[in-house]
């Protein structure tokens, strides 16, 4: 079935009135602010008032910023930019690992960097570091150990013995 307003040819959304969602929302904003219901209670806000005398809007933000509607117009903290890590340039991963930024700017874990300043070289992707203690934020470079994770379940034997050696020769 399609829309019953004029040069409108989209299917109904709103069966007892024969609208399409786009005239059915038109029609109903129309009637909403012809109506002779409570206004915002805030400033020039002339949207209809549903909650505890505040539209939608303002009741959103006065909830998310502590009772003050006109506190943010935007998500979060008032003045609190978003989308930044830190200023301190470190922060606590989801995981419980502290990271902290490079001096070339690149985030990395912090014990992974203690390890790869002690080595004097970057860790290669078999390698892992183990935290004695079991405290991911204790980082003190006696307390972390350098491992390696074993080859692949389903190797061939050559390949077993190349990578035997290599770890000897890498690791002695």
């Not at 786009?22 to 400033?43: L, N, Q, T, V």
């Not at 506190?71 to 995981?95: C, D, F, L, Q, V």
């Amino acid at each position: 079935m399609i829309c019953k307003t004029p040069n409108c040819e989209r299917p109904i959304h709103n069966k007892r009135l024969a609208l399409c969602k786009r005239c059915y929302s038109y029609k109903w904003a129309i009637e909403r602010e012809a109506s002779d219901a409570p206004k915002c209670s805030i400033g020039d806000c002339q949207s209809v008032a549903r909650v505890k005398g505040l539209c939608f809007i303002h009741y959103k933000r006065a909830r998310r910023n502590g009772g003050d509607p006109l506190a943010a117009p935007g998500r979060g903290s008032p003045g609190k930019r978003r989308g930044i890590r830190s200023m301190k340039g470190e922060y606590i991963t989801n995981s419980g690992y502290r990271r902290i930024r490079t001096p070339d700017g690149k985030w990395i874990d912090e014990h992974r960097h203690v390890v790869e300043i002690k080595l004097g070289r970057e860790l290669l992707p078999s390698e892992n570091v183990h935290h004695i203690d079991g405290s991911k934020l204790n980082n003190d470079p006696e307390n972390l150990e350098l491992w390696i994770k074993p080859q692949p379940s389903g190797v061939r034997i050559e390949d077993a013995i190349t990578w035997a050696r290599e770890i000897i020769r890498r690791y002695t």
